[in-house]
């Protein structure tokens, strides 16, 4: 099943749900609260396998901390990267996918 409207391919629909993971891991969010998040920050698009290959130069793990300080829909640290806590990922796993 397809959690995300916009993602129309299997490996965009794993890259989405490997966020969602992320958003509960460091978030601390339910699975349906992070799916929630991942809508709302791209729900001005409709189809993000159109959008090009440049989406998957990141790791989940960053677009789930640019989504939980984001300035709406997190806690508004938009310099959250500059705070060294956060670099790398304190699990070695989560650089994989």
């Known amino acids: 099943m397809n959690k995300f409207r916009f993602c129309k391919s299997e490996e965009s629909q794993k890259f989405f749900s490997e966020i969602v993971q992320m958003l509960m891991k460091y978030g601390e969010k339910t699975e349906e609260e992070a799916v929630d998040l991942v809508s709302r920050c791209w729900k001005d698009c409709d189809d993000i ?13 960053y677009y789930a901390m640019c989504i939980l300080h984001h300035p709406v829909l997190g806690d508004g640290n938009v310099e959250w990267y500059l705070d060294k806590s956060y670099w790398p990922p304190p699990d070695p796993e989560d650089f994989l996918r």
């Open 49 to 61: 396998d159109a959008e090009g290959p440049l989406i998957y130069h990141e790791i989940p793990y």
